[in-house]
Protein backbone atom coordinates (compact mmCIF):
# COMPACT_ATOMS: atom_id res chain seq x y z
CA UNK A 1 0.00 0.00 0.00
CA UNK A 2 1.99 3.13 -1.53
CA UNK A 3 0.90 6.32 1.12
CA UNK A 4 -0.65 9.22 -0.09
CA UNK A 5 1.69 12.44 -0.18
CA UNK A 6 0.63 15.71 -0.47
CA UNK A 7 1.97 19.02 -1.97
CA UNK A 8 3.04 21.93 0.83
CA UNK A 9 -0.53 23.67 -0.56
CA UNK A 10 -2.76 20.65 0.11
CA UNK A 11 -0.55 20.24 3.63
CA UNK A 12 -1.11 23.90 4.70
CA UNK A 13 -5.04 23.76 3.93
CA UNK A 14 -5.43 20.35 6.25
CA UNK A 15 -3.38 21.88 9.17
CA UNK A 16 -5.67 25.04 8.72
CA UNK A 17 -8.76 22.92 8.93
CA UNK A 18 -7.31 20.81 11.57
CA UNK A 19 -6.61 24.14 13.69
CA UNK A 20 -10.20 25.58 12.83
CA UNK A 21 -11.41 22.21 14.16
CA UNK A 22 -10.00 22.59 17.13
CA UNK A 23 -10.17 26.14 17.91
CA UNK A 24 -14.15 25.78 17.54
CA UNK A 25 -13.61 23.07 20.39
CA UNK A 26 -11.11 25.24 22.48
CA UNK A 27 -14.25 26.21 24.80
CA UNK A 28 -14.19 25.44 28.50
CA UNK A 29 -17.06 26.23 30.99
CA UNK A 30 -16.67 28.48 33.92
CA UNK A 31 -16.43 25.70 35.72
CA UNK A 32 -13.41 24.39 34.66
CA UNK A 33 -11.78 27.75 34.97
CA UNK A 34 -13.31 28.08 38.20
CA UNK A 35 -11.74 24.39 39.26
CA UNK A 36 -8.04 25.87 38.17
CA UNK A 37 -8.89 29.01 40.13
CA UNK A 38 -10.17 27.26 43.49
CA UNK A 39 -6.50 25.18 42.87
CA UNK A 40 -4.72 28.76 43.11
CA UNK A 41 -6.90 30.29 45.75
CA UNK A 42 -6.37 27.37 47.94
CA UNK A 43 -2.57 27.20 48.10
CA UNK A 44 -2.59 30.58 49.12
CA UNK A 45 -5.51 30.35 51.96
CA UNK A 46 -3.54 27.33 52.77
CA UNK A 47 -0.66 29.27 53.73
CA UNK A 48 -3.04 30.80 56.67
CA UNK A 49 -3.69 27.36 58.59
CA UNK A 50 -0.82 26.30 60.86
CA UNK A 51 1.07 23.06 60.11
CA UNK A 52 -0.02 20.53 59.39
CA UNK A 53 -3.23 21.34 58.33
CA UNK A 54 -1.70 23.55 55.78
CA UNK A 55 0.30 20.63 54.04
CA UNK A 56 -3.14 18.42 54.02
CA UNK A 57 -4.62 21.46 52.51
CA UNK A 58 -1.90 22.34 49.62
CA UNK A 59 -1.61 18.33 49.12
CA UNK A 60 -5.00 18.48 48.55
CA UNK A 61 -5.08 21.04 46.23
CA UNK A 62 -2.12 19.28 44.14
CA UNK A 63 -4.56 15.98 44.18
CA UNK A 64 -7.35 18.72 42.63
CA UNK A 65 -4.65 19.47 39.74
CA UNK A 66 -4.49 15.39 39.23
CA UNK A 67 -8.32 15.56 38.76
CA UNK A 68 -8.69 18.58 36.81
CA UNK A 69 -6.57 16.65 34.19
CA UNK A 70 -7.37 13.80 34.09
CA UNK A 71 -11.37 15.33 33.87
CA UNK A 72 -10.28 17.43 31.07
CA UNK A 73 -8.83 13.79 29.59
CA UNK A 74 -11.74 12.02 29.80
CA UNK A 75 -14.03 14.88 28.57
CA UNK A 76 -12.00 16.29 25.60
CA UNK A 77 -9.64 13.22 25.12
CA UNK A 78 -6.75 15.70 25.74
CA UNK A 79 -5.20 17.92 28.24
CA UNK A 80 -3.71 21.23 27.52
CA UNK A 81 -1.22 22.06 28.66
CA UNK A 82 -0.90 26.22 29.58
CA UNK A 83 3.03 25.57 29.38
CA UNK A 84 2.82 25.43 25.50
CA UNK A 85 4.18 27.21 23.32
CA UNK A 86 3.50 30.64 22.13
CA UNK A 87 1.55 33.75 23.23
CA UNK A 88 -0.27 31.07 26.33
CA UNK A 89 2.88 30.66 27.55
CA UNK A 90 3.09 34.27 28.89
CA UNK A 91 -0.43 34.17 30.31
CA UNK A 92 0.62 31.25 32.55
CA UNK A 93 3.84 32.77 33.56
CA UNK A 94 1.63 35.71 34.76
CA UNK A 95 -1.08 33.20 36.35
CA UNK A 96 1.78 31.48 38.00
CA UNK A 97 3.71 34.66 39.59
CA UNK A 98 0.47 36.14 40.82
CA UNK A 99 -0.25 33.07 43.09
CA UNK A 100 3.23 32.67 43.55
CA UNK A 101 3.28 36.22 45.16
CA UNK A 102 0.36 35.99 46.75
CA UNK A 103 1.14 32.42 48.02
CA UNK A 104 4.03 34.12 49.74
CA UNK A 105 2.33 37.19 50.65
CA UNK A 106 -0.21 35.31 52.98
CA UNK A 107 2.78 33.12 54.41
CA UNK A 108 4.13 36.44 55.35
CA UNK A 109 1.08 37.49 56.51
CA UNK A 110 0.53 34.27 58.63
CA UNK A 111 3.55 34.06 60.04
CA UNK A 112 5.06 37.71 60.38
CA UNK A 113 1.97 39.71 60.72
CA UNK A 114 0.44 37.00 63.15
CA UNK A 115 -2.76 37.76 60.48
CA UNK A 116 -3.85 34.90 59.24
CA UNK A 117 -7.22 36.27 58.21
CA UNK A 118 -5.12 38.25 55.37
CA UNK A 119 -4.52 34.56 54.04
CA UNK A 120 -7.72 33.56 53.12
CA UNK A 121 -8.40 37.62 51.89
CA UNK A 122 -5.44 36.99 49.34
CA UNK A 123 -6.44 33.58 48.74
CA UNK A 124 -10.04 35.09 46.95
CA UNK A 125 -7.95 37.24 45.13
CA UNK A 126 -5.95 34.79 44.47
CA UNK A 127 -9.11 33.31 43.08
CA UNK A 128 -10.23 36.11 40.98
CA UNK A 129 -7.00 36.67 39.35
CA UNK A 130 -6.60 32.67 38.34
CA UNK A 131 -10.04 32.98 36.97
CA UNK A 132 -9.99 35.85 34.71
CA UNK A 133 -6.58 34.61 33.66
CA UNK A 134 -7.39 31.02 32.88
CA UNK A 135 -10.50 32.48 30.74
CA UNK A 136 -8.13 35.35 29.14
CA UNK A 137 -5.41 32.03 28.29
CA UNK A 138 -8.30 30.38 26.98
CA UNK A 139 -8.76 33.29 24.24
CA UNK A 140 -5.39 33.56 23.48
CA UNK A 141 -5.09 29.45 23.27
CA UNK A 142 -8.26 29.85 20.23
CA UNK A 143 -6.63 32.73 18.94
CA UNK A 144 -3.51 30.91 18.12
CA UNK A 145 -5.33 28.27 16.95
CA UNK A 146 -7.38 30.18 14.59
CA UNK A 147 -4.15 32.05 12.96
CA UNK A 148 -2.38 28.75 12.70
CA UNK A 149 0.53 29.42 15.18
Given at each position: ?15 GAANAKLAE ?31 VCVAVCVCA ?30 SLVVSIAAM ?46
Amino acid sequence: MAAETMNEEEARAALGAANAKLAEQAHWPWSRHAAYAGVAGGMVAAQGFAPPLSTVCVAVCVCAIAVIVSADRAKRGVWVSGWRAGRTRWVTVLSLVVSIAAMFAALWANLELNMPWLSFALGGVAFVCALLLSKLWERVYRRELERGA
